[in-house]
């Protein structure tokens, strides 16, 4: 019998996997469960309409994430940290300032995506790169000035 899945079942397949099942296995599991459901063709056709949907959503998305990723590329940030009379700087810049900074410049960008090779503990200019996604980064330019 063939079934979808509506759902990921160990051991069977992942959700919108169309499977050839056995007639008690898919009657007495995964109908009787709902699991799954019988793949007729008007099922199998929503389903191909769905994936099609969920495909075009998920280009969109990586084209604004492109998009971002270029308008964000070459930026300046500027934060300030305190420091002693000799220059000495107390405390160090962390993922959340810079992403506190970009904010107020307009991108949001979640502080995980903030690739610090180190912590940033001198006065001085860093390149950080900001991972948006898979293949799809930008590299900024953060200034550390003293308070």
Not at 84 to 97: I, L, R
């Amino acid at each position: 019998m063939k079934v979808i899945l509506k759902q990921d079942v160990k051991g069977t397949g992942k959700k919108g996997e169309i499977l050839d099942v056995s007639d008690g296995y898919a009657k007495n599991f995964l109908l009787k469960k709902g699991l799954a459901e019988q793949a007729s063709s008007v099922a199998v056709n929503s389903l191909k309409l769905q994936q099609e949907a969920e495909a075009r959503r998920k280009a969109e998305e990586i084209r604004e994430i492109r998009e971002l990723a270029k308008k964000m590329d070459k930026s300046k940030v500027t934060v300030s940290i305190k420091c002693g009379e000799n220059g000495k700087v107390f405390g160090s810049v962390t993922s959340k300032e810079i992403a506190s900074k970009l904010a107020e410049l307009g991108f949001d960008v979640d502080k995980k995506k903030i690739l610090l090779k180190e912590a940033l503990k001198t006065v001085g200019d860093y390149a950080v790169e900001i991972r948006l996604m898979e293949g799809v980064s930008a590299k900024i330019f953060v200034t550390v000035i003293p308070e």
